[in-house]
T-cell receptor, first 113, second 113 residues
Framework: DGGITQSPKYLFRKEGQNVTLSCEQNLNHDAMYWYRQDPGQGLRLIYYSQIVNDFQKGDIAEGYSVSREKKESFPLTVTSAQKNPTAFYLC????????????FGEGSRLTVL | GQQVMQIPQYQHVQEGEDFTTYCNSSTTLSNIQWYKQRPGGHPVFLIQLVKSGEVKKQKRLTFQFGEAKKNSSLHITATQTTDVGTYFCAGVTMNSGYSTLTFGKGTMLLVSP
């Protein structure tokens, strides 16, 4: 079955540690996205990539970094510079850029202690 | 920047009652998408509206796109407990060949049996 796999589903880290969230898709989509979701908030765009080896900052990129070395993979690193990293992180992909349907992974819930 | 406002933030209904959520954009949209997120789950695409004044139905769900392409609504007739979740609209704008997608904060629907 085609889809998006995010791991880990739950992650606990101490303050000051970098963490990397994995996102893999086998939908053959060119575009991939990372969103952050906080309670009562919508989805806020962190980074997106329209093609391999290229990515752009979204609305809240500070304290995050990404790479896109392979079409199917778009990992997100939450660095120690991110002031409030506890959140639900969602990875998504589309076959048609922002004008197409977003397919989401099941999410990774990060808690920083 | 573009803003997408969604109301109400929360609604609690009795099973069998109707429900409507409204989405308003500060700018004219190219198209609008709707997503549903079940509690503890990830957003799932419901529909995309593209044409001015468009109305689409999916069983008990009716989606409308305003004539000015700045607002949209989702109406659920005779709610069921399976309708519980948060409904998000997401507006797409096109600018100089680039597209951006902005999510509303969502409407959380609770249905009591």
């Amino acid at each position: 079955d085609g889809g998006i796999t995010q791991s880990p589903k739950y992650l606990f880290r101490k303050e000051g540690q970098n963490v990397t969230l994995s996102c893999e898709q086998n939908l053959n989509h060119d575009a991939m996205y990372w969103y952050r979701q906080d309670p009562g908030q919508g989805l806020r765009l962190i980074y997106y990539s329209q093609i391999v080896n290229d990515f752009q900052k979204g609305d809240i990129a500070e304290g995050y970094s990404v790479s896109r070395e392979k079409k199917e993979s778009f990992p997100l690193t939450v660095t120690s510079a991110q002031k409030n990293p506890t959140a639900f992180y969602l990875c998504a992909s589309t076959g048609g850029g922002f004008t197409g349907e977003l397919f989401f992974g099941e999410g990774s819930r990060l808690t920083v202690l | 920047g573009q803003q997408v406002m969604q109301i109400p933030q929360y609604q609690h209904v009795q099973e069998g009652e109707d429900f409507t959520t409204y989405c308003n954009s500060s700018t004219t949209l190219s198209n609008i998408q709707w997503y549903k997120q079940r509690p503890g789950g990830h957003p799932v695409f419901l529909i995309q509206l593209v044409k001015s004044g468009e109305v689409k139905k999916q069983k008990r769900l009716t989606f409308q796109f305003g004539e000015a392409k700045k607002n949209s609504s989702l109406h659920i007739t005779a709610t069921q407990t399976t309708d519980v979740g948060t409904y998000f609209c997401a507006g797409v704008t096109m600018n100089s060949g680039y597209s951006t997608l902005t999510f509303g904060k969502g409407t959380m629907l609770l249905v009591s049996p």
